[in-house]
């Protein structure tokens, strides 16, 4: 990919994190561990996109939380370096930690509702999550499958 492209290719990803309220230099940093096959350093990566070192490490600490990149300590040193994750499964997997978290947090609100259109509304919300991580879990017992 070339120079150009690939600055077009974070800053869209960084625009597309921006779009859903989440830190464009996140996006910025996700998209150029996409496109990069070894893992960087956090100097690496705050020199390739232009960030300083005070944005690209909570980026980083986010995107591990999501399952969707890693760190790799380096033996006798501090230093990190970073990698995008395994794709589909490891940002499901840490999609369903969090959603069956919302799910077990609405169940408590339902029992705080009097019968009727708040309980109402609170049960279709969970239904809407149960039924996103059953479908979830199910496209990834297929793939695992394969």
Do not use: C
Not at 47 to 53: F, I
Not at 87 to 97: N, Y
Not at 125 to 139: I, M, R, S
């Amino acid at each position: 990919m070339t120079g150009d492209r690939s600055a077009a290719f974070t800053a869209s990803m960084g625009e597309l994190f921006a779009a859903w309220d989440l830190p464009r230099a996140t996006g910025r940093v996700y998209g150029l561990l996409l496109i990069t096959d070894d893992p960087l350093s956090l100097d690496a990566i705050g020199e390739r996109l232009g960030l300083s070192k005070a944005a690209v490490s909570p980026a980083v600490r986010q995107l591990n939380s999501w399952g969707l990149a890693r760190s790799l300590p380096q033996p006798g040193s501090r230093r990190l370096l970073v990698e995008a994750a395994g794709g589909l499964e490891s940002l499901l997997e840490a999609s369903h930690v969090r959603a069956r978290a919302l799910i077990a947090a609405l169940r408590e609100g339902e029992d705080l509702a009097a019968p009727g259109p708040a309980r109402e509304r609170l049960r279709d919300v969970v239904d809407l999550f149960t039924g996103y991580v059953e479908a979830g879990e199910h496209l990834l017992a297929r793939r695992r499958a394969r």
